[in-house]
T-cell receptor, first 115, second 114 residues
Framework: AQSVTQPDIHITVSEGASLELRCNYS??????LFWYVQSPGQGLQLLLK??????LVQGIKGFEAEFKRSQSSFNLRKPSVHWSDAAEYFC?????????????FGAGTRLAVHP | GAGVSQSPSNKVTEKGKDVELRCDPI?????LYWYRQSLGQGLEFLIY????????KSGLPSDRFSAERTGGSVSTLTIQRTQQEDSAVYLC????????????FGSGTRLTVV
Protein backbone atom coordinates (compact mmCIF):
# COMPACT_ATOMS: atom_id res chain seq x y z
CA ALA A 1 0.00 0.00 0.00
CA GLN A 2 1.12 3.52 -0.63
CA SER A 3 2.35 5.38 2.41
CA VAL A 4 4.13 8.57 3.30
CA THR A 5 6.36 8.98 6.32
CA GLN A 6 7.40 12.26 7.84
CA PRO A 7 9.75 11.19 10.63
CA ASP A 8 9.82 14.51 12.44
CA ILE A 9 6.63 15.50 14.24
CA HIS A 10 8.02 18.79 15.57
CA ILE A 11 11.03 20.81 14.49
CA THR A 12 12.25 24.06 16.01
CA VAL A 13 14.76 26.30 14.25
CA SER A 14 16.06 29.78 14.80
CA GLU A 15 15.11 32.51 12.38
CA GLY A 16 17.72 32.72 9.63
CA ALA A 17 18.81 29.11 10.06
CA SER A 18 18.51 26.54 7.30
CA LEU A 19 15.71 23.99 7.30
CA GLU A 20 15.24 20.48 6.00
CA LEU A 21 11.99 18.55 6.47
CA ARG A 22 12.14 14.87 5.66
CA CYS A 23 9.68 12.84 3.63
CA ASN A 24 9.90 9.20 2.58
CA TYR A 25 7.35 7.32 0.56
CA SER A 26 6.50 3.76 -0.18
CA UNK A 27 5.15 3.07 -3.61
CA UNK A 28 5.82 0.66 -6.47
CA UNK A 29 6.87 3.35 -8.90
CA UNK A 30 7.80 6.99 -8.72
CA UNK A 31 4.61 8.84 -7.86
CA UNK A 32 3.68 12.46 -8.10
CA LEU A 33 5.13 14.21 -5.04
CA PHE A 34 3.89 17.32 -3.29
CA TRP A 35 4.58 19.53 -0.34
CA TYR A 36 1.80 21.54 1.27
CA VAL A 37 1.89 24.09 4.08
CA GLN A 38 -0.90 24.77 6.54
CA SER A 39 -0.82 27.94 8.61
CA PRO A 40 -2.94 28.03 11.79
CA GLY A 41 -6.64 28.14 10.98
CA GLN A 42 -5.99 27.94 7.26
CA GLY A 43 -6.40 25.38 4.54
CA LEU A 44 -3.47 23.78 2.80
CA GLN A 45 -1.39 25.69 0.30
CA LEU A 46 0.67 23.96 -2.37
CA LEU A 47 4.38 24.77 -2.00
CA LEU A 48 5.76 22.67 -4.83
CA LYS A 49 5.36 19.45 -6.77
CA UNK A 50 7.40 16.95 -8.70
CA UNK A 51 6.44 14.49 -11.38
CA UNK A 52 9.33 14.26 -13.81
CA UNK A 53 12.47 15.98 -15.02
CA UNK A 54 14.89 17.87 -12.84
CA UNK A 55 15.00 16.28 -9.41
CA LEU A 56 15.46 19.64 -7.69
CA VAL A 57 12.17 21.48 -7.64
CA GLN A 58 11.69 25.12 -6.78
CA GLY A 59 8.55 26.26 -5.06
CA ILE A 60 6.96 29.33 -3.58
CA LYS A 61 8.22 31.25 -0.53
CA GLY A 62 11.83 30.27 -1.21
CA PHE A 63 11.31 26.54 -0.66
CA GLU A 64 12.84 23.77 -2.72
CA ALA A 65 12.68 19.99 -2.61
CA GLU A 66 14.90 17.27 -3.97
CA PHE A 67 13.64 13.96 -5.23
CA LYS A 68 16.01 11.05 -4.59
CA ARG A 69 14.76 7.89 -6.22
CA SER A 70 17.33 5.65 -4.54
CA GLN A 71 16.16 6.79 -1.12
CA SER A 72 12.44 7.16 -1.95
CA SER A 73 12.70 10.60 -0.45
CA PHE A 74 11.45 14.06 -1.25
CA ASN A 75 12.90 16.36 1.39
CA LEU A 76 11.89 19.99 1.66
CA ARG A 77 14.54 22.65 2.23
CA LYS A 78 14.89 26.35 2.78
CA PRO A 79 18.27 28.09 3.18
CA SER A 80 17.07 30.77 5.61
CA VAL A 81 13.88 30.45 7.62
CA HIS A 82 11.64 33.41 8.39
CA TRP A 83 9.34 33.67 11.42
CA SER A 84 6.35 33.55 9.05
CA ASP A 85 7.36 30.03 8.00
CA ALA A 86 6.06 28.66 11.31
CA ALA A 87 3.32 26.27 10.22
CA GLU A 88 2.60 22.62 9.61
CA TYR A 89 4.06 20.99 6.53
CA PHE A 90 2.62 17.99 4.77
CA CYS A 91 4.24 15.74 2.20
CA UNK A 92 1.86 13.91 -0.15
CA UNK A 93 2.04 11.38 -2.98
CA UNK A 94 -0.27 10.23 -5.75
CA UNK A 95 0.23 7.52 -8.35
CA UNK A 96 1.25 8.64 -11.80
CA UNK A 97 -1.59 7.94 -14.15
CA UNK A 98 -3.95 9.94 -16.25
CA UNK A 99 -6.61 12.03 -14.63
CA UNK A 100 -7.55 12.07 -10.99
CA UNK A 101 -6.00 10.27 -8.07
CA UNK A 102 -6.39 10.87 -4.41
CA UNK A 103 -3.40 12.21 -2.56
CA UNK A 104 -1.97 10.22 0.33
CA PHE A 105 -0.63 12.54 3.01
CA GLY A 106 2.00 12.15 5.65
CA ALA A 107 1.19 12.98 9.27
CA GLY A 108 2.82 16.37 9.00
CA THR A 109 5.75 18.20 10.58
CA ARG A 110 5.04 21.18 12.79
CA LEU A 111 7.69 23.87 12.43
CA ALA A 112 8.36 26.41 15.15
CA VAL A 113 10.68 29.36 14.53
CA HIS A 114 12.57 31.06 17.35
CA PRO A 115 13.34 34.79 16.90
CA GLY B 1 -15.30 31.58 -7.40
CA ALA B 2 -11.68 32.39 -6.94
CA GLY B 3 -11.07 29.69 -4.36
CA VAL B 4 -12.66 26.73 -2.63
CA SER B 5 -15.27 27.93 -0.17
CA GLN B 6 -16.41 25.89 2.82
CA SER B 7 -19.21 26.61 5.26
CA PRO B 8 -19.66 26.86 8.10
CA SER B 9 -16.12 27.60 9.22
CA ASN B 10 -16.95 26.33 12.70
CA LYS B 11 -19.72 24.06 13.89
CA VAL B 12 -20.48 22.92 17.42
CA THR B 13 -23.11 20.23 17.70
CA GLU B 14 -24.50 17.94 20.32
CA LYS B 15 -23.73 14.26 20.21
CA GLY B 16 -26.40 12.43 18.25
CA LYS B 17 -27.36 15.35 16.02
CA ASP B 18 -26.90 15.39 12.25
CA VAL B 19 -24.65 17.96 10.57
CA GLU B 20 -24.16 19.12 7.00
CA LEU B 21 -20.92 20.61 5.76
CA ARG B 22 -20.81 22.47 2.48
CA CYS B 23 -18.09 22.83 -0.13
CA ASP B 24 -18.20 25.16 -3.12
CA PRO B 25 -15.28 24.25 -5.42
CA ILE B 26 -13.49 26.41 -7.93
CA UNK B 27 -15.71 27.00 -10.92
CA UNK B 28 -14.96 24.49 -13.66
CA UNK B 29 -13.08 22.06 -11.43
CA UNK B 30 -14.51 18.64 -12.09
CA UNK B 31 -12.80 16.73 -9.27
CA LEU B 32 -13.73 17.34 -5.65
CA TYR B 33 -12.27 15.67 -2.55
CA TRP B 34 -13.17 15.56 1.14
CA TYR B 35 -10.51 14.92 3.77
CA ARG B 36 -10.65 14.82 7.54
CA GLN B 37 -7.91 16.17 9.78
CA SER B 38 -8.11 15.10 13.39
CA LEU B 39 -6.09 16.86 16.09
CA GLY B 40 -2.42 16.07 15.62
CA GLN B 41 -3.11 13.77 12.70
CA GLY B 42 -2.47 13.92 9.01
CA LEU B 43 -5.18 14.13 6.43
CA GLU B 44 -7.49 11.18 6.07
CA PHE B 45 -9.14 10.73 2.69
CA LEU B 46 -12.93 10.42 2.86
CA ILE B 47 -14.49 10.62 -0.59
CA TYR B 48 -13.95 12.01 -4.04
CA UNK B 49 -16.14 12.99 -6.93
CA UNK B 50 -14.92 12.94 -10.50
CA UNK B 51 -17.22 14.58 -13.00
CA UNK B 52 -20.30 12.45 -13.54
CA UNK B 53 -18.65 9.19 -12.49
CA UNK B 54 -19.63 7.24 -9.41
CA UNK B 55 -17.81 8.68 -6.39
CA UNK B 56 -14.97 6.88 -4.65
CA LYS B 57 -16.39 6.39 -1.15
CA SER B 58 -13.64 4.10 0.06
CA GLY B 59 -12.49 6.46 2.80
CA LEU B 60 -15.81 7.03 4.56
CA PRO B 61 -15.32 5.72 8.12
CA SER B 62 -18.87 4.51 8.70
CA ASP B 63 -22.33 4.51 7.19
CA ARG B 64 -23.12 7.60 9.24
CA PHE B 65 -21.09 9.54 6.71
CA SER B 66 -22.40 10.39 3.26
CA ALA B 67 -21.76 12.99 0.62
CA GLU B 68 -23.35 14.23 -2.52
CA ARG B 69 -22.42 16.60 -5.25
CA THR B 70 -25.20 18.35 -7.06
CA GLY B 71 -24.86 19.48 -10.64
CA GLY B 72 -21.17 18.72 -10.66
CA SER B 73 -20.48 21.69 -8.42
CA VAL B 74 -21.41 22.15 -4.76
CA SER B 75 -20.88 19.21 -2.43
CA THR B 76 -22.42 18.46 0.94
CA LEU B 77 -20.88 16.09 3.48
CA THR B 78 -23.47 14.81 5.95
CA ILE B 79 -22.68 13.15 9.25
CA GLN B 80 -25.62 11.51 10.96
CA ARG B 81 -25.88 10.84 14.68
CA THR B 82 -22.59 12.58 15.37
CA GLN B 83 -20.16 11.09 17.87
CA GLN B 84 -17.37 12.80 19.78
CA GLU B 85 -14.76 11.04 17.66
CA ASP B 86 -16.18 12.87 14.64
CA SER B 87 -14.68 16.09 16.00
CA ALA B 88 -12.12 17.22 13.44
CA VAL B 89 -11.45 19.70 10.68
CA TYR B 90 -13.12 18.66 7.45
CA LEU B 91 -11.26 19.90 4.40
CA CYS B 92 -12.55 20.07 0.86
CA UNK B 93 -10.33 20.35 -2.20
CA UNK B 94 -10.88 20.59 -5.90
CA UNK B 95 -8.73 20.26 -8.99
CA UNK B 96 -9.45 20.73 -12.57
CA UNK B 97 -7.81 18.24 -14.82
CA UNK B 98 -5.22 16.08 -13.19
CA UNK B 99 -3.87 15.34 -9.77
CA UNK B 100 -0.53 16.48 -11.17
CA UNK B 101 -1.80 20.01 -11.00
CA UNK B 102 -2.21 19.77 -7.25
CA UNK B 103 -5.33 20.35 -5.24
CA UNK B 104 -6.72 23.69 -4.10
CA PHE B 105 -8.00 23.37 -0.55
CA GLY B 106 -10.67 25.29 1.28
CA SER B 107 -10.08 26.63 4.78
CA GLY B 108 -12.05 23.78 6.29
CA THR B 109 -14.91 23.34 8.71
CA ARG B 110 -13.95 22.75 12.32
CA LEU B 111 -16.53 20.38 13.78
CA THR B 112 -16.81 19.97 17.52
CA VAL B 113 -19.18 17.37 18.93
CA VAL B 114 -20.05 17.95 22.58
Amino acid sequence: AQSVTQPDIHITVSEGASLELRCNYSYGATPYLFWYVQSPGQGLQLLLKYFSGDTLVQGIKGFEAEFKRSQSSFNLRKPSVHWSDAAEYFCAVAPISGGYNKLIFGAGTRLAVHP
Amino acid sequence: GAGVSQSPSNKVTEKGKDVELRCDPISGHTALYWYRQSLGQGLEFLIYFQGNSAPDKSGLPSDRFSAERTGGSVSTLTIQRTQQEDSAVYLCASEGGSTALGYTFGSGTRLTVV
